[in-house]
């Protein structure tokens, strides 16, 4: 019965994704490494479990390892400059090979119907061809490239007519010129090309996962934050997002399950680069009530809030501030005006958030909403988190520092302490 419920309760909190994902259009990149892994067959199984799911799909994969055994197989070695390969006529003729290999083996893959395998009684048509147009990178610093090439045109219109006729869309890392030459490409700037193209919902790059020092796991990196970081699936998750890719994911090809876990879960387990802030902070509305009431419950009972009544949120609800997380309500706060300066109160963080500094960022976001009211200083009460608000510049004082209205509704049972803030007029959120 327990592993039932767990099923029960696992689908009913993916229905969300499912809905929302249906008709949207994803580019999906993996290099030549996850195709040599065991684990890959298990991958183009949950692909098809996307495509059966009414998403359409970009498949764009690598061939590098593909290359370098080819290579290896003629006793050649192969050559980079600043990681760029520089393909030579050998090089372009495995290249070649690699592509038609890999190509075949994933559209095979995607053939498979087999009884009790994943795709069983589910037909999928991939659609391949020249897509992409290229021209060659040529001389730089004086090291001729070869066939090296980037990107120049992808054929936007094609690949949307295959897509709505419901074939997964199936790209190798190969360019053409309008003279017929062949070009090798970089995966991750094909991928960035063809979604920035399609204006596609997400693009997912299935490598590497991002961690910081310490060993844990970045979960979002901003525009600013990704350019920051010398890795080139970052350098085109910058483009995508700066030309109206939504979001770009980047999961760990070493995750048995990765894209499910990521497109179906709240949290998912890679990092997200997006040029819009994933969670989003707003004022809060009539509808947010029920989300509230939930969120500062726990911390009521406990006694480190002031209980409210569904009532009283209802009447004031407009001095409320929420951040949201994929539609569910992760922290919230509440600004008092009065004259010059305003109580800050119900500041709440959901419990499986916590350690994230959301409360800090939330924190920033009222400052900044004081300074539009001309407010000059905040205030707190606070019974158990004294410390939390001074590490933040509050500093105690005493009850005859608020201003007399407030100080009539003071309760003495409660006995909370005072903090008081100065806005900084220099700091911005």
């Not at 061809?129 to 054929?155: M, S």
Request: net charge neutral; glycine share 8%; with cysteine.
């Amino acid at each position: 019965m327990m592993l039932q419920q767990q099923f029960i309760d696992w689908f009913r909190s993916a229905s969300p994704y499912i809905h929302a994902h249906r008709g949207q259009t994803f580019v999906i990149c993996f290099g030549g490494e996850v195709v040599q892994n065991n684990n890959f067959p298990h991958l183009i199984h949950d692909i098809a479990l996307l495509s059966s799911l009414g998403i359409k799909l970009v498949l764009v994969h690598g061939i590098r390892p593909q290359i370098e055994q080819g290579l290896q197989a003629q006793n050649k070695k192969s050559k980079y400059v600043n990681n760029t390969r520089i393909t030579d006529d050998i090089a372009l003729k495995c290249v070649k090979a690699a592509c038609g290999e890999v190509r075949a083996g994933i559209e095979s893959l995607l053939s498979m119907g087999l009884t009790n395998s994943p795709t069983t009684g589910f037909s999928i048509c991939t659609a391949c061809g020249n897509f992409i147009t290229a021209r060659p990178i040529g001389v730089r610093d004086g090291v001729d490239f070869c066939h090296t090439g980037e990107v120049r045109h992808v054929d936007i219109t094609t690949i949307a007519h295959r897509l709505d006729e419901g074939c997964i869309v199936l790209i190798s890392p190969l360019g053409y010129s309008p003279t017929g030459e062949t070009f090798n490409l970089l995966t991750e700037e094909v991928a960035a090309a063809i979604a920035i193209g399609l204006k596609t919902t997400k693009l997912i790059y299935l490598d590497e996962s991002l961690f910081t020092d310490n060993g844990q796991l970045i979960r979002h990196l901003t525009l600013l934050e990704a350019q920051k970081q010398p890795s080139e699936q970052l350098k085109n998750s910058v483009r995508a997002c700066q030309n109206g890719v939504q979001r770009v994911h980047l999961l760990s090809r070493h995750v048995e399950g990765a894209l499910l876990l990521e497109l179906f879960t709240r949290d998912g387990i890679g990092t997200l680069v997006s040029a819009d802030p994933y969670e989003n902070i707003r004022k809060a509305t009539i509808e947010d009530v029920g989300g509230i009431l939930e969120l500062i419950e726990p911390l009521e009972k406990s006694g480190i809030l002031v209980r409210r009544s569904r009532e009283k949120l209802e009447i004031e609800i407009d001095y409320f501030v929420v951040q949201e997380r994929d539609g569910m309500i992760v922290s919230c706060a509440v600004l008092y005006p009065f004259t010059e300066v305003a109580e800050l109160a119900c500041l709440a963080v959901h419990k499986d958030y916590r350690g994230m500094d959301r409360g800090g960022i939330l924190l920033a976001y009222l400052e900044q909403k004081a300074k539009q009211l001309n407010i000059k200083q905040i205030f707190v009460l606070t019974t158990r988190t004294s410390h939390w608000f001074q590490e933040r510049g509050f500093k105690s004082v005493d009850l005859q520092s608020l201003p007399v209205e407030r100080q009539k509704m003071y309760n003495y049972q409660r006995k909370s302490k005072v903090f008081i803030k100065k806005i900084d007029c220099g700091k911005y959120f």
